[in-house]
């Protein structure tokens, strides 16, 4: 059985302290109870999962000069990640991603007939050219449901690899703040 799931939820840049998770406040604005990504990929790689993909991440701003200064130099960001299950080695496929592929999608799935959002930085337009994704991405988009929906040329040579920056998977939590208030109750943080 294939697992894969968009998880959202609350981040912090650093650990938030304890006596901050039993603020009743903090805990109704979603903030006391957030962790760091860090530990999402742990706790995700621990029980078999591929690394989370990030798909969108937006920073939350505290307006409230009150549970700002209970906070401290603590930031958050609402993010929403995907993630994949592993498959047993016995079900992997036997092709040969040593340097990534050339990947383009090539059916339609339901619900994104035009294009399909794999990752923050990665969207995918039906029968447009094609995408090179690295080898762990490969390897985490043939794992997926979606998988029939693309074709995969391999790249059998490293200097096949076309001139692109570096796929992150994850991005470093912003330090910025954005204008809105909570992620729970606009104007009530």
Not at 106 to 113: A, F
Request: charged share 20%.
């Amino acid at each position: 059985m294939e697992v894969n799931f968009c998880f959202s939820d609350v981040y912090a840049d650093q650990p938030v302290p304890e006596e901050l998770r039993q603020n009743k406040v903090l805990w109704g604005e979603c903030l006391s109870g957030a962790i760091c990504v860090s530990d999402l990929i742990s706790g995700a790689l621990d029980a078999g999962f591929t690394h989370p993909i990030l798909v969108s991440k937006q920073p939350i701003g505290v307006n409230n000069d009150e549970l700002q200064k209970l906070l401290g130099a603590i930031k958050f960001t609402s993010c929403t990640y995907r993630l994949f299950k592993n498959k047993p080695a016995e079900e992997s496929t036997s092709v040969n991603d040593k340097f990534g592929a050339l990947v383009t999608y090539q059916t339609p799935i339901i619900h994104y007939e035009n294009e399909f959002q794999f990752s923050q930085a990665i969207t995918f337009k039906l029968n447009s050219e094609p995408q090179y994704l690295n080898t762990e991405l490969v390897k985490m988009l043939r794992l997926s449901r979606y998988s029939e929906h693309f074709k995969f040329d391999s790249i059998a040579d490293e200097k096949q690899i076309p001139n692109v920056t570096e796929q992150v998977i994850d991005q470093p939590v912003s330090n910025e703040q954005s204008s809105s208030s909570c992620c729970c109750c606009p104007g009530t943080c």
